[in-house]
């Protein structure tokens, strides 16, 4: 019941943000969800947090205005976050809004591994059985041979590669 409610308040949150948008003539480039806010309004988990974790794609200043409607929202930098280059192509558009999107389940679970805290384990737990498990050794290649990411984000993340490789038997 719990969970439903934040996956209401999350979908209400992101049509208050398209509405201002239409009412404001504010023509905004797509926003990409990930996290847990993602996985809920894409229906993968059942999990309680209303914040919004998001992929900073180089807004505009007008993209400020959008962002503050949100109140609790995490910018992710790319340079930071462990997923391939060419998510867009495997995101998908939210039914019922314009131009928002969420990360495929094994794109939420590569930026999961880069972290690997004991809550991620746990949605990497339940996001594995929704997985492709056969795409994901290519898509941590796409991520190890990225050259625009911190190579410290990099390190850490082959570590954690290791330690999920032998957890989920990926």
């Known amino acids: 019941m719990e969970q439903q409610k ?7 949150i992101l049509h208050d943000v398209e509405d201002f948008a239409k009412m404001k003539n504010i023509d905004y480039p797509p926003i990409y969800l990930l996290g847990g ?3 809920i309004v894409a229906g993968y988990l059942d999990r309680a947090t209303t914040d919004i974790d998001l992929l900073d794609m180089s807004y505009n200043a007008s993209m400020g205005r959008l962002l503050r409607i949100m109140e609790k929202y995490d ?3 790319l340079y930071l976050t462990t997923i391939p280059d060419d998510f867009k192509s495997r995101a998908t558009k939210i039914e019922n809004f314009e131009n928002i999107y969420v990360l495929s389940v094994e794109d939420i679970i590569l930026s999961k591994i880069g972290r690997y805290s004991q809550t991620d384990i746990e ?5 594995i059985e929704l997985a492709d498990k056969k795409r994901l050794p290519s898509l941590i ?15 850490v993340f082959i570590e954690n590669v290791k330690y999920f490789r032998e957890r989920f038997y990926v």
């Open 6 to 12: 934040n996956k209401e308040i999350l979908n209400q």
């Open 37 to 39: 806010s993602g996985c």
């Open 75 to 77: 910018l992710l930098d």
């Open 123 to 127: 949605d990497i737990s339940l996001l």
């Open 141 to 155: 290649e796409l991520v190890i041979k990225r050259e625009n990411i911190s190579s410290r984000v990099k390190h």
